[in-house]
């Protein structure tokens, strides 16, 4: 959501806000929005689901097969389509040899004219040089990032700078509750190895 709309926190603190301006940090809502979801597992299922209080206009996904689970709230397309028609395109598949690198300036020329680009599945997926320089063309409107390769990403990386890329330190889950979560399920799944009891 920061990545589609300009959220005025920094222009407070440098001192921006100064009076009125109608136009000042507007940013664009979500229900004219098309969503594609690459990967459609869990997290891709979660995010679908969150997205459709929204609004949003439609729910594209691509993954290995079409799922009969995701009938009802997103619409199977080719991984092409994902880039032809999304406003805003969620990365949520795993890293693997086929996904490796498979956002590049390549994939950056299909995209619908500046889409937002959000990662939090593996930086591996994303060549951070091709995208910073789409950022900086202006082909891509903004990104947003929870994963980076390599991890940390050195503070002097050139995508830092950028004000419309946002980075998260690979915090996705960091919230108390996930972790009690984490840590009862992986208690769980130490137990089940050892033929004590079922996995999750």
């Known amino acids: 959501m920061k ?9 407070v603190r440098q001192g921006q806000w100064t009076h009125w301006k109608p136009m000042w940090l507007c940013g664009s809502n979500m229900m004219s929005k098309t969503i594609g979801i690459l990967g459609f597992g869990r997290v891709g299922f979660g995010v679908a689901r969150r997205l459709k209080p929204f609004g949003v206009k439609e729910i594209i996904y691509n993954d290995i097969r079409p799922h009969e689970f995701a009938k009802d709230i997103a619409t199977f397309v080719s991984f092409d389509e994902i880039l032809e028609k999304s406003d805003i395109i969620c990365i949520c598949c795993a890293l693997t040899s086929l996904t490796k690198g498979l ?8 995209m619908k004219r500046k889409p937002v680009l959000i990662n939090t599945s593996r930086g591996g997926i994303v060549q951070l040089d091709d995208l910073h320089s789409a950022l900086t063309s202006g082909q891509i409107s903004a990104a947003g990032l929870d994963v980076t390769e390599p991890e940390p990403l050195p503070s002097d990386h050139p995508l830092v700078s950028l004000p419309n890329c946002v980075i998260l330190p690979h915090m996705g889950t960091n919230t108390n509750e996930a972790r009690k979560s984490m840590s009862i399920n992986t208690a769980k799944n130490i137990l089940a190895v050892l033929d004590l009891t079922d996995s999750d």
Do not use: E, L, R
């Not at 990545?3 to 222009?11: Q, R």
């Not at 956002?103 to 299909?110: A, D």
């Open 103 to 110: 956002f590049n300036q390549s994939t950056f020329k299909k």
């Open 3 to 11: 990545g589609s709309g300009n959220i005025g926190v920094d222009a």
